[in-house]
């Protein structure tokens, strides 16, 4: 096997996190090289509802601006039981709906030429006997040898097993969710509000992106067929037609009319809550961000801003030591990057402990028929989520 030795700093994967990653170490003036594994950088899904936590954390990366001019804000919240009452009306903080292709385009449009190199896949990680410093085997057959591994591989992530978060020890909610676009030619009629509709166990989403898009997504339980239908985009809706009987006649015909291309069902993973309590995530000068740390389900919309804020802190916490050790930028050591991660995880662990309670407990709401047991989830979410705003009040701080 060829040995290189390629950046100080290697990112594993060229998704949300590892792309804002490098950006906001750039942004300190601190170099780094994205291994992606794909031939292209690809947004793998339709949208990203980013609320004000996540506006915040891509003001500090520089790219808030741009992106706004994305997407119209949202000026309110409804979620309804079709058929029953209005539930909850209320206004909310900054919040708007990005297509995923915008926020990859904004953050690599914004990284040095070469940064990331695509077509770039890693298998494992180990620690050198000798350095210590990790090496990658590449699906080419070579090595790559760096001082640091950031590993924002995503829910699969090579690098998490690690740590012990292997591919296997992800759980399945028993709702799945499909997503996707609707584009009115001549302009919608909706207004610029967050709508969750709900009926029996199905529930449908819908947020105007611009005046002719709508990113819609609906939630159900799990069926036999979807293993043989999910590469199917027309099963797929036809599926949901299926699920969306009795929902508004609007809310029916935005799925029919949907864009076929970006139509996604998909299977919920996630890590419980308890797995971020004892982990220290952090392997001599080996850490994890993103979801290959912190898989939830998307039920408070807050696992892309979440990814954010960690690049956020990761970078905040890397430049500090390097500045502490009064060396150059390009000088980092087996201390100063232990030091780093140490903070960085401290920093936001309980954070992703929260964040990730908060969306067990919606998911398991929706995952069971009990009456009962829902009545103890709501009970517990009132005392520990009486403010239903709180995750998105939270500011990750300065870069």
Known sequence: MDRTVDADIVIVGGGICGLATALALHRKRISSLVLERSENLRATGAAIIVQANGWRALDQLGIGSTLRQTAVQIQGMEHVIVNLILLINRVIQECRCLKRLDLIKAMADNLPAGTVRTNCQVLSIELDPVTQ???????????????????????????????????????????????????????????????????????????????????????RPRTSQDSTIWKDPVLIRQSLMESMKGFPEEAVDMIRNCKLSLLHLTELKYRPPWDFVYNNFRKGTVTIAGDAMHATGPFIAQGG??????????????????????????????????????????????????????????GKKLDTKSSIVKFIILAIMAVLFRDPDWHSRYHCGNL
């Not at 590449?138 to 690690?162: P, T």
């Not at 992106?209 to 609906?218: I, M």
């Not at 087996?334 to 309980?350: G, L």
């Open 305 to 362: 801003s979440a990814s954010i804020e960690d690049a956020i802190v990761l970078a905040r916490c890397m430049a500090q030591n390097l500045h502490n050790t009064k060396k150059a930028q390009t000088e980092i050591n087996f201390a100063v990057a232990e030091e780093a991660f140490d903070q960085y995880v401290k920093e936001r662990k309980m954070r992703i402990f929260w964040l990730s309670l908060h969306s067990f407990l919606v």
């Open 133 to 219: 410093y990790p090496q990658l085997m590449l699906s080419s057959g070579s090595i790559l040898q760096a001082k640091v591994v950031i590993g924002c591989d995503g829910v699969n992530s090579a690098i998490a097993n690690m740590f012990g978060l292997h591919q296997t020890k992800l759980l399945l909610f028993s709702t799945t969710v499909a997503r996707g676009f609707t584009n009115y030619s001549n302009g919608h009629q909706f207004a610029s509000e967050f709508v969750v509709m709900s009926r029996c166990q199905a529930q449908l989403g819908r947020i105007p992106v611009s005046d002719k898009l709508v990113y819609w997504f609906v939630t």
